[in-house]
């Protein structure tokens, strides 16, 4: 053998089957764009196979064909996309992909399913070394379910060899009551797999061109078919409707948080506590019940976060603390303090040890190191300065109706409760403002602004006009003494 042919010889394709149209999801939306722990399916299948770091990737398309390509150019841009045709099946499926990969390839074929997200690329790698040493022209992936509805079953000879592979709905009695099934998992020789697709007919049960037809086809021709059993059937656990998305979900997840407390990280209540696979965590971050943790959302060491908190693509910084708060797109920078009952907006930026306190709802502003903005506000295209203090009650009026304006209120300025901005308005550095000021006006430093109408008190008014009412009695009793 050549030099030329070893190395060809151990070049790989990975093969993803996403063309099917998962009609048992029940959704408008393509089955394999449904997502786990925020990615996609084939999310999942595609960093498996990037993991594998094969010469070519090709992702069999069909069904919502355009839905699912966008996210797999973006996911995986050097994945070849590969239309199959009217025929359906998945023989059909990876006989449109070997035609697409180029001749010149006669590697070993890793055959997936975009439906099946947790089969992770160890146990690919275990499949592919145990396909080589057995120079088998075809291995499959099995377990043994205790429950093997849906799946096709592995039917083997006397000797324990792999014969054939049987649709659930084209089985007999007792091949259906096999328990090992096929996980549609594979690796094959591209010229084998190539051949004995082209002689795979539709005559079953759905009339489709099946991929499993090759096991038999191929170990009736005397070709080395192997089956690697695997123990973790859950890993194999393929994704038809949307029970079974839940129960791996549940699956993915429990794996996710168990990851992170054994990094360090203390999660009160596992079973309520969702993160999604790109998410970030420091040792000593403190998770408390009822909280999602989304998107890219990194968070740094002894923080806590929840109870009851969502944070999508937001990052928290060391020692900060996020209390009862929903945020996307957000900072929250080391020591801060933000909630209960918060709401971040995107561009919101607390600064150091700053604090956002209830009912307060920012987007797109800046607070700097110690700004506060404690109570019933809201916060728009601002920037509020180092050590400034914002009333209870504050309002940037940042919407004219047509434009959004900015607000931008300077250093250690205090403002008086219930304020309104209403930009564009500029507060300079050290400026304070009278309670209930509506601010029009640029504030110069150091000033006081206030707004308001000086108050008038109509003396004994309640008594003489609401005579017999409560307000009425308590009045006279205030100002004549109790009997
Ligand atoms: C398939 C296997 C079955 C195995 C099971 C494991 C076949 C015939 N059956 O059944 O033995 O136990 O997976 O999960 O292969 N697809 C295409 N083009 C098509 C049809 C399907 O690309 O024309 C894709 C689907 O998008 C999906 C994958 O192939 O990602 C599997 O198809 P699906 O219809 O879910 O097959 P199963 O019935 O689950
Ligand atoms: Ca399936």
Not at 2 to 19: H, I, K, P, T, W
Not at 316 to 344: D, K, M, N, Q
Not at 398 to 404: F, L, M, T
């Amino acid at each position: 053998m050549g030099l030329n042919e070893r190395m060809s010889d151990a070049s790989l394709a990975v093969v993803v089957l996403a063309a099917g149209q998962g009609t048992r999801m029940k959704s408008s939306r393509a089955k394999v764009l449904h997502e786990l722990s925020g990615v996609p399916l084939i999310g999942h299948v595609l960093a498996t196979a990037q993991a594998l770091e094969p010469d070519h990737v090709a992702v069999v398309v069909r069904h919502q064909r355009d839905e699912v390509a966008e996210f797999v150019t973006e996911f995986s841009p050097e994945a070849l996309m590969v239309d199959q045709d009217e025929v359906p099946g998945t023989g059909r499926a990876l006989e449109v992909a070997l035609e697409a990969l180029p001749t010149a390839f006669t590697g070993d074929v890793v055959v997936i399913s975009g439906d099946v997200p947790l089969l992770d690329s160890d146990t690919l790698r275990a499949v592919i070394a145990h396909h080589r040493d057995q120079a088998a022209v075809a291995t499959l992936i099995t377990t043994v379910l205790e429950d093997p509805t849906g799946y096709g079953r592995v039917v083997r000879d006397d000797h324990g060899l792999v014969q054939k592979v049987v649709e659930e709905r084209d089985a007999s009695t007792a091949e259906a009551a096999l328990q090992e099934v096929n996980a549609g998992a594979y690796v094959f020789q591209r010229a084998a797999v190539s051949d004995a697709l082209a002689g795979v007919g539709t005559h079953n049960a759905q009339g489709e061109k099946y991929l499993t037809d090759v096991v038999e086809a191929l170990s009736q021709a005397g070709s080395a078919v192997q089956a690697v059993r695997v123990e973790d059937s859950w890993l194999l656990e393929g994704i038809n409707d949307k029970a079974q998305l839940g129960d791996v979900q549940a699956r993915l997840n429990s794996m996710i948080v168990r990851g992170w407390q054994l990094a360090g990280v203390t999660i009160v209540d596992p079973a309520s506590c969702f993160i999604d696979v790109g998410v970030e965590l420091a040792p000593d971050v403190t998770i408390l019940p009822g909280v999602q943790l989304q998107g890219q959302t990194v968070i740094e060491s002894n923080a806590t976060i929840g109870p009851d908190t969502t944070l999508l693509d937001t990052s928290v910084g060391e020692g900060a603390s996020v209390v009862r708060t929903h945020a996307e797109g957000a900072e929250i920078a080391a020591g801060a303090s933000v909630g209960p009952f918060s709401y971040l907006r995107p561009g919101a930026s607390v600064g150091e040890d700053g604090k956002v306190g209830a009912f307060v709802e920012i987007k797109n502003s800046i607070l700097h190191r110690g700004a506060k903005v404690p109570h019933l506000s809201y916060i728009g295209d601002a920037e509020i300065g180092e050590g400034t203090n914002i009333g209870a009650g504050a309002i940037t009026a940042n919407y004219d109706g047509v434009q959004k304006h900015q607000t931008t209120i300077g250093a250690h300025v205090k403002t008086g409760s219930h304020t309104v901005f209403v930009a564009p308005v500029e507060i300079g550095d050290g400026a304070y403002g009278a309670a209930g000021a509506v601010i029009r006006r640029s504030v110069p430093p150091g000033a006081l602004a206030m707004s308001v109408s000086t108050q008038r008190n109509v003396e004994g008014w309640v008594e003489a006009n609401r005579k017999g009412t409560p307000s009425a009695d308590a009045a006279s009793q205030a100002s004549h003494g109790k009997k």
